[in-house]
């Protein structure tokens, strides 16, 4: 039996939450991001894509391109709440929901259409989120997540389509390869050098030749041309995490060395959640005393997967929590509540400096280990390996490892 599957992808999100809180904001083309010259664009509005601005450009440049253009900060704990009301919305109908970023989702509707109509269905949630949120959302719907992914672009803006079963390979055919989702502008380019520019010629180019030119994503690549995709979708579950903590070889008092070890801990779990494209709305530290109490905090944060943000927030949960100036035997950091979304939301907040800064440093550990930069406060940090990040279960080596 053929799936059915849903995209729902919230139209220009950022735009659309700011323009709820100013209504000012409507028909003019609007700028989201770090506000100095050295602030990136995090998000805009159509009006200002049609003068060429785009995300992770410069703020400069945006501005320079769209002088008419409005700059809007923006505020990422705003962005977190919509996204949350959204997400509720559509678990209250869905069985099966991927929520694959802040804005966008998978929906498995295989075999409500016995009760409801699947497209029925789709349409009366999307429906419901306009009206109960106010933001224009679209949806694509197929038989899998790349065709439906594709035709919720094809929807855009504040629309819907469904592929009919049968369909799907000629409703990619006429279409530039770009849309598939993993080609992006140098694989585009490639193509294009190829005399590959639409879709179809993916559809009827051998099998063999991709492969040999683009190894294992040439096979991908075709697959994806020919509406074949098999990716299952990973349900989502609001309270998902990842955690470390340290047990020490001798019970402490030392502040310093207590922050330190939270910094580190911290430093690494950020690091894991970049990794994976994931950011997170809860951080929350544990402190175990030598006489085996043992104490938590928690506290919800806009979504981000930034160091310094996670540390700030987790020094002052520190702070809050040791009281009692009795020493300490085990400490522990966890994030959860996380989504998809990567780094971009916290391009609200940072300038490219910052941004380029964290890429370089990820570039690095992914090359030379998780250990390879790191700050200087974490340096006499050791043995905080790495685990299954997205298991919701603390690493097992730093969970049982003395310090």
């Not at 803006?157 to 390979?169: A, F, R, S, T, V």
């Not at 090359?367 to 990040?389: D, Q």
Request: proline fraction near 4%.
């Amino acid at each position: 039996m053929s799936k059915t599957i849903a995209h729902m992808d919230l139209d220009t999100f950022y735009v659309s939450v700011e323009r709820l809180q100013d209504n000012r904001l409507l028909g003019v083309p609007v700028l989201l991001g770090g506000v100095g010259d050295r602030g990136v664009v995090a998000s805009c509005s159509y009006e200002a894509r049609a003068f060429g601005v785009h995300s992770g450009m410069s703020m400069k440049m945006a501005r320079q391109l769209c002088p008419e253009g409005i700059v809007v900060k923006g505020e990422s704990g705003t962005y977190s709440k919509y996204s949350k009301m959204v997400t509720e919305i559509i678990r209250e109908d869905v069985p099966v929901l991927e929520k694959s970023s802040i804005d966008e989702f998978y929906l498995d509707l295989t075999g409500m259409d016995k009760f409801f109509g699947c497209y029925k269905l789709a349409s009366h949630i999307r429906e419901r989120i306009v009206k109960e949120t106010g933001l224009p959302i679209s949806f694509g719907m197929s038989i899998n997540k790349t065709v439906s992914k594709i035709a919720t672009g094809e929807a855009k803006p504040n629309n819907q389509l469904n592929i009919d079963l049968g369909l799907e390979k000629p409703f990619l055919a006429p279409l530039p390869v770009g849309k598939i989702p993993m080609i992006g502008k140098k694989t585009a380019f490639m193509l294009s050098r190829m005399g590959v520019q639409k879709i179809y010629t993916l559809q009827e180019m051998p099998l063999e030749l991709l492969e040999k030119a683009f190894g294992k994503n040439g096979k991908m690549m075709w697959e994806k041309a020919n509406a074949i995709d098999h990716s299952p979708l990973i349900p989502y579950h609001e309270k998902k995490s990842i955690s470390t903590e340290r047990t020490f070889m001798k019970d402490t008092i030392d502040v310093r060395k207590l922050k330190d070890m939270v910094i580190a801990m911290v430093e690494q779990l950020a690091y894991e959640l970049r990794h994976g494209q994931r950011v997170c709305s809860n951080i929350s530290i544990k402190l175990r005393y030598s006489d085996f109490q043992t104490v938590s905090k928690q506290k919800q944060i806009p979504y981000t997967a930034s160091d310094h943000s996670l540390i700030a927030h987790a020094k002052e949960l520190f702070d809050s929590l040791y009281s009692r100036r009795v020493r300490i035997r085990l400490v522990g950091v966890r994030l959860g509540d996380l989504a998809g979304g990567g780094h971009q939301i916290d391009l609200f907040n940072d300038d490219d400096k910052i941004i380029n800064l964290y890429q370089a440093m990820d570039a690095m550990k992914s090359r030379y280990g998780a250990n390879a930069v790191r700050r200087s406060v974490a340096m006499e940090v050791k043995g905080l390996g790495r685990g299954n990040p997205f298991s919701g279960e603390p690493n097992v080596v730093p969970a049982h490892r003395n310090a």
